[in-house]
């Protein structure tokens, strides 16, 4: 399996009402990634990118299957697979996605 780039294995930031909740009261946070990255560079980049040298205690990673409908007797997609990750952080720590 060839090695991602770090920058590469964060896409974007989840940013939903159950995710904003998980943020607030357990200090987690989700992010899209690739879906070759495994636990260990999902860590690493969070840590490299966000400046959180050793803060990481945990990456949850699960794969959000496609969303398929009908239309008569066709069967279409209507999003593709994608890979999801869970980061918990220390107690303290904190991610600035956005500045408001």
Known sequence: ???????????RPVVTEK??????????????VAQAANKKQIKEAVEVIFDLAGKVTKVNTLIIPA??????????VRSQQWKKAIVTLEAGSTIELFNV
């Open 1 to 11: 399996m060839a090695e991602l780039h770090i920058y590469s294995v964060l896409l």
């Open 67 to 76: 969303k398929r409908g009908t239309r008569g007797r066709r069967q279409y």
């Open 19 to 32: 995710a904003t909740m998980l943020n607030e009261q357990d200090n987690k946070y989700v992010f899209e």
